[in-house]
């Protein structure tokens, strides 16, 4: 057990999607990740706060059903709780609060409690009523509202009056009446399928048309934040009058950052989409709708967050396998997870695509496509028996603003720093390598230490026309952070220089590569080291092989084209045989017993 | 077998362990008022305590007992 004599410990504990990180935030200013579906938090975050005069750490919990855990988040949530002593701050919905008590009877027996209702607005509107100081006296807690004004001065009364939970009786109809249950209008229309996927499905087409459309507004921003690097700020750069200087301004800091933060109002609509989908709890809905078609490929719908979040970064998307029932299906989700196009990628495919197309928006509608059907394949490769699928749907609501702004000004914060840090850093180390010879002269960037290094294995990329190592260090570079591929094909090529056969090979490399160092590091976190670098191994071997077969087929090399299907075909027969060999050792286990 | 659209009491829950809990948690216990609202490829989307997804295997773990159209 843990205790700390410099603060006190509070834990924030309830069911999935009841306020518990949104109470976070307000207590701590911390921006924990919220959103209107049953899983998000899938961590526990703990960040220290001052309330009153005294000193809390304050724990934000995943969400709990029942203290007999069905899913890895639960089960960390509820081992973190035996392990730690401290206050619970519970917290409940005002429409689930029944169930909520139960779950409360058995976590927090014979420990310091607080009890916050949540969601009270939505409650008596539905027509529920709750006697908060009735429900206080038979309880013998604190209780208090979410909602209204001065919670943190609420809160922190209410911590210091903290009782021992002893309550074990039932809510009486005198202290509370349940709301009605009718659905809404809103939510019996996207419970008809005719209507549910074609209006998800027409969402995500416009979400991607505005975003990387032709004369759409996220090209037209690209181009306007492009224009003012190159025209501008490069033309203020050539007269630097330090030839070192001015090397490193224009073609290093400019080039590079000019042409990844270009990209940032695309990005930030794509986190848009996947902020308001997030909010508005149509996620849960598409993970029901969804389920049918996930459990033939040996997922089910539960897969689906994990999946929508790869769209924005895959290393956030691999934390939310957490909230998967069993290991086997985690690791089946976290394989396909690489091959979802996430925001770093867009990048680099629009950079290509605009190479060889006036309208980008089919050649990367068709990429993220590929990437989804890649996931897939890997998913039916993989396949194994589902997990039970079991989910609560959160209820539909018209996102906050306050909480969309906020959400989405989190992620350009994050699109930034790592622009400032990772990126600026690779670029800056890119240029060095790329403006000095081995003796430590300025030079040719054919005579540099770069060329000289990544020259070692351009032979790689041979195959599909491009026996180039700036091309190879682009792609090495894309292990760091795949923003990285943009910015080193900037600054060392200028514009993509090989023809669409090349461009189009590349692209579904960079599609099934393995993931940026980030998100490798999460799959080490959650399975094994060995395990994260054998499937970034494999990934960039069996990406690599793709593209031959890419480049083949549109040479029309149909033979070279069987050459390197050949290796992949015959590690998939391997890998079913050895499933096979496994399924008929288990079913003779199962007659000999 | 159950229809969308169709109000059932839960008679019995078959599943163990964490699943059997889940389901209580969810307020899917014996005595309780469903009503199953929509059948989706195989997955079904019942109204109990709030709005509860789940599939054929879960699905066939509640057993229930038809309540006539009010």
Same mark, same amino acid.
């Given at each position: 057990?843990?205790?700390?004599?410099?603060?006190?410990?509070?834990?924030?504990?309830?069911?999935?999607?009841?306020?518990?990180?949104?109470?976070?935030?307000?207590?701590?200013?911390?921006?924990?990740?919220?959103?209107?579906?049953?899983?998000?938090?899938?961590?526990?975050?703990?960040?220290?706060? =001052?309330?009153?005069?005294?000193?809390?750490?304050?724990?934000?919990?995943?969400?709990?059903?029942?203290?007999?855990?069905?899913?890895?988040?639960?089960?960390?949530?509820?081992?973190?709780?035996?392990?730690?002593?401290?206050?619970?701050?519970?917290?409940?919905?005002?429409?689930?609060?029944?169930?909520?008590?139960?779950?409360?009877?058995?976590?927090?027996?014979?420990?310091?409690?607080?009890?916050?209702?949540?969601?009270?607005?939505?409650?008596?509107?539905?027509?529920?009523?709750?006697?908060?100081?009735?429900?206080?006296?038979?309880?013998?807690?604190?209780?208090?509202?979410?909602?209204?004004?001065?919670?943190?001065?609420?809160?922190?009364?209410?911590?210091?009056?903290?009782?021992?939970?002893?309550?074990?009786?039932?809510?009486?109809?005198?202290?509370?009446?349940?709301?009605?249950?009718?659905?809404?209008?809103?939510?019996?229309?996207?419970?008809?399928?005719?209507?549910?996927?074609?209006?998800?499905?027409?969402?995500?087409?416009?979400?991607?048309?505005?975003?990387?459309?032709?004369?759409?507004?996220?090209?037209?921003?690209?181009?306007?934040?492009?224009?003012?690097?190159?025209?501008?700020?490069?033309?203020?750069?050539?007269?630097?009058?330090?030839?070192?200087?001015?090397?490193?301004?224009?073609?290093?800091?400019?080039?590079?950052?000019?042409? =990844?933060?270009?990209?940032?109002?695309?990005?930030?609509?794509?986190?848009?989409?996947?902020?308001?989908?997030?909010?508005?709890?149509?996620?849960?809905?598409?993970?029901?709708?969804?389920?049918?078609?996930?459990?033939?490929?040996?997922?089910?719908?539960?897969?689906?967050?994990?999946?929508?979040?790869?769209?924005?970064?895959?290393?956030?998307?691999?934390?939310?396998?957490?909230?998967?029932?069993?290991?086997?299906?985690?690791?089946?989700?976290?394989?396909?997870?690489?091959?979802?196009?996430?925001?770093?990628?867009?990048?680099?495919?629009?950079?290509?695509?605009?190479?060889?197309?006036?309208?980008?928006?089919?050649?990367?509608? =068709?990429?993220?496509?590929?990437?989804?059907?890649?996931?897939?394949?890997?998913?039916?490769?993989?396949?194994?028996?589902?997990?039970?699928?079991?989910?609560?749907?959160?209820?539909?609501?018209?996102?906050?603003?306050?909480?969309?702004?906020?959400?989405?000004?989190?992620?350009?914060?994050?699109?930034?720093?790592?622009?400032?840090?990772?990126?600026?850093?690779?670029?800056?180390?890119?240029?060095?390598?790329?403006?000095?010879?081995?003796?430590?002269?300025?030079?040719?960037?054919?005579?540099?230490?770069?060329?000289?290094?990544?020259?070692?294995?351009?032979?790689?990329?041979?195959?599909?026309?491009?026996?180039?190592?700036?091309?190879?260090?682009?792609?090495?570079?894309?292990?760091?952070?795949?923003?990285?591929?943009?910015?080193?094909?900037?600054?060392?090529?200028?514009?993509?220089?090989?023809?669409?056969?090349?461009?189009?090979?590349?692209? =579904?490399?960079?599609?099934?590569?393995?993931?940026?160092?980030?998100?490798?590091?999460?799959?080490?976190?959650?399975?094994?080291?060995?395990?994260?670098?054998?499937?970034?191994?494999?990934?960039?071997?069996?990406?690599?092989?793709?593209?031959?077969?890419?480049?083949?087929?549109?040479?029309?090399?149909?033979?070279?084209?069987?050459?390197?299907?050949?290796?992949?075909?015959?590690?998939?027969?391997?890998?079913?045989?050895?499933?096979?060999?496994?399924?008929?050792?288990?079913?003779?286990?199962?007659?000999?017993? | 077998?159950?229809?969308?659209?169709?109000?059932?009491?839960?008679?019995?829950?078959?599943?163990?362990?964490?699943?059997?809990?889940?389901?209580?948690?969810?307020?899917?216990?014996?005595?309780?008022?469903?009503?199953?609202?929509?059948?989706?490829?195989?997955?079904?989307?019942?109204?109990?305590?709030?709005?509860?997804?789940?599939?054929?295997?879960?699905?066939?773990?509640?057993?229930?007992?038809?309540?006539?159209?009010?």
């Amino acid at each position: 057990m843990h205790k700390s004599a410099d603060f006190t410990r509070v834990m924030i504990v309830g069911n999935p999607n009841a306020g518990k990180s949104t109470l976070f935030n307000a207590l701590t200013g911390g921006h924990a990740k919220v959103g209107n579906w049953h899983g998000v938090t899938v961590g526990v975050t703990e960040r220290r706060a =001052v309330l009153g005069d005294r000193a809390y750490l304050i724990c934000d919990l995943p969400g709990i059903y029942a203290a007999e855990s069905m899913t890895l988040e639960e089960r960390a949530a509820c081992a973190y709780l035996s392990d730690h002593t401290g206050i619970l701050l519970l917290v409940a919905e005002c429409a689930r609060l029944e169930r909520a008590l139960r779950l409360f009877s058995v976590l927090a027996a014979d420990r310091r409690c607080v009890l916050v209702l949540t969601k009270r607005r939505s409650f008596v509107r539905g027509g529920g009523r709750l006697d908060r100081a009735a429900l206080e006296r038979a309880l013998g807690i604190p209780v208090l509202y979410a909602e209204g004004g001065g919670l943190r001065a609420r809160v922190v009364q209410a911590l210091s009056a903290a009782r021992i939970w002893q309550w074990k009786g039932v809510l009486g109809t005198d202290r509370y009446t349940p709301c009605s249950a009718a659905l809404s209008r809103m939510e019996r229309l996207w419970l008809k399928p005719l209507f549910a996927l074609p209006a998800f499905a027409a969402m995500l087409l416009l979400c991607f048309y505005l975003t990387f459309g032709a004369g759409m507004p996220g090209c037209l921003a690209r181009d306007a934040i492009e224009s003012l690097f190159s025209r501008v700020l490069a033309a203020r750069a050539q007269t630097i009058p330090s030839p070192v200087l001015r090397s490193f301004v224009a073609d290093g800091l400019l080039g590079g950052i000019g042409s =990844v933060l270009g990209f940032l109002p695309q990005i930030s609509m794509l986190f848009l989409f996947l902020i308001l989908l997030e909010e508005s709890g149509l996620i849960s809905r598409l993970a029901w709708m969804t389920d049918g078609i996930f459990s033939r490929v040996g997922l089910n719908g539960r897969a689906v967050f994990s999946l929508l979040m790869g769209f924005g970064c895959t290393a956030a998307a691999i934390l939310t396998t957490r909230g998967l029932e069993d290991r086997k299906m985690q690791r089946r989700v976290i394989l396909c997870l690489p091959y979802i196009s996430c925001s770093a990628k867009l990048p680099v495919f629009l950079t290509l695509a605009a190479s060889f197309f006036r309208d980008p928006f089919p050649a990367v509608l =068709v990429l993220y496509a590929l990437g989804v059907c890649l996931a897939l394949g890997m998913a039916l490769l993989l396949r194994g028996k589902a997990s039970p699928f079991l989910l609560e749907l959160a209820p539909l609501a018209l996102p906050s603003p306050r909480a969309v702004v906020k959400s989405l000004l989190f992620q350009i914060r994050q699109f930034i720093i790592k622009l400032a840090t990772v990126i600026l850093a690779f670029l800056l180390l890119s240029w060095l390598l790329s403006s000095f010879d081995v003796h430590g002269q300025l030079c040719a960037i054919e005579d540099s230490l770069l060329a000289r290094i990544c020259s070692a294995v351009r032979f790689l990329f041979a195959p599909i026309g491009m026996n180039d190592w700036r091309i190879t260090y682009a792609a090495l570079s894309g292990l760091v952070a795949k923003e990285n591929v943009a910015g080193a094909i900037a600054m060392l090529c200028g514009e993509f220089p090989y023809p669409f056969a090349s461009g189009a090979a590349f692209a =579904v490399f960079l599609l099934a590569a393995s993931p940026c160092v980030s998100a490798v590091a999460a799959v080490a976190r959650e399975l094994s080291v060995r395990f994260a670098l054998l499937c970034s191994l494999a990934q960039t071997a069996s990406a690599l092989l793709l593209s031959y077969l890419v480049y083949f087929l549109l040479t029309g090399g149909a033979p070279l084209a069987l050459i390197a299907l050949a290796p992949v075909v015959a590690l998939l027969l391997c890998i079913h045989g050895k499933k096979l060999s496994r399924r008929s050792a288990d079913h003779i286990k199962t007659i000999h017993r | 077998m159950l229809r969308a659209g169709e109000r059932a009491r839960i008679l019995q829950i078959g599943a163990e362990g964490a699943l059997g809990v889940r389901l209580r948690a969810l307020a899917l216990f014996p005595g309780r008022e469903i009503l199953l609202l929509a059948v989706r490829g195989g997955t079904f989307l019942v109204q109990a305590d709030g709005l509860v997804a789940m599939d054929r295997e879960v699905a066939a773990c509640i057993k229930v007992q038809t309540l006539p159209a009010s």
